[in-house]
């Protein structure tokens, strides 16, 4: 509100201008930066456009499927960590806890590394459980999950098309002492390699997807190892204002909605725009 207020001022100023504003006018501004200041009031909402890359806050839920072929590009492999004599990183690699092929989209895989690298600085290691999924691993795990539980979904994994791990951008990150456990559960949040996740990865462009309390609006459990890339822009804004992924896009399709209603761009905001896929 308060930026449109400046707005129509801005606008005021310039439209009586002639009259009697000599100071003002005297003030050359020129059209481009007046373009540059209206695009800035039009646009509402703590992250600036130019800092959000659409493909990186695409939101997959039960509400937001995504289709079969959805693959965010380009996936690369991550490779095993493998240390230099000094401790330093020495393949561009990070510790897994299964030897099978995970793959993530590349700016996440690098962003993991990062991560992972900061995390050892400071004396922890963390292991990649589990990363890329595509859309038929996702479905074979739904149906085995169904199956086991006599046909009856228990929240624990998602639908096909429902998944974070389809995006490319999520991926379970685990402390060493859960390598052997069958299952994982919300306990793992009091590790000390949960705390420093949750407390350092907006740093590296990763939130917390499923928070401890969200679960009645993401509709998933508390996953204190799964984490999710948005950006460093973006990760800062919701993992400062105990946001989850959901609450965040629903602040940004209203913020684009009111963006539009102010005669803003279409063409800035257009692959921003994401509808439920059940309405
Ligand atoms: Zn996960």
Redesign the pocket.
């Known amino acids: 509100m308060k930026k449109l207020a400046s707005l129509v001022l801005v606008l005021l100023l310039l439209c009586t201008g002639a009259a009697g504003e000599e100071d003002f006018l005297e003030e050359e501004i020129d059209l481009e930066e007046m373009l540059e200041i209206r695009e800035d009031l039009l646009w509402d909402f703590p992250v600036a456009l130019e800092d959000m890359e659409p493909q990186f806050i695409v939101l997959a839920n039960k509400h937001y499927l995504l289709e079969k072929g959805y693959v965010t590009e380009p996936l690369v492999d991550i490779k095993t960590l493998k240390l230099n004599k000094d401790g330093t990183n020495a393949n561009g690699g990070m510790r897994k806890a299964s030897s099978g092929k995970m793959q993530l989209q590349a700016d996440c895989a690098a962003a993991l590394i990062s991560l992972s690298d900061a995390a050892r600085e400071d004396g922890f290691n963390l292991y990649l459980k589990?990363a890329y999924r595509s859309w038929q691993t996702q479905n074979t795990m739904y149906q085995n999950r169904l199956k086991k539980n006599k046909g009856k979904d228990d929240g624990w994994v998602s639908k096909p098309g429902a998944?974070?791990?389809q995006t490319g951008l999520?991926?379970?990150v685990i402390p060493k002492s859960w390598i052997k456990k069958s299952g994982m559960n919300s306990k793992m949040a009091k590790e000390k390699e949960c705390i420093w996740m949750a407390e350092h990865c907006h740093e590296y462009g990763f939130i917390i997807?499923?928070p401890a309390d969200k679960e009645e609006v993401t509709e998933i459990n508390y996953?204190p190892?799964?984490l999710r890339y948005v950006g460093i822009p973006a990760a800062k804004y919701i993992m400062e204002n105990g946001l989850c992924l959901e609450e965040f896009t629903e602040q940004l399709q209203e913020a684009i909605r009111d963006y539009l209603a102010r005669g803003g761009d279409p063409a800035k905001v257009e692959g921003f725009i994401q509808e439920p896929t059940d309405p």
């Open positions: 589990s998944s974070d791990h999520g991926c379970d997807r499923y996953e190892w799964h």
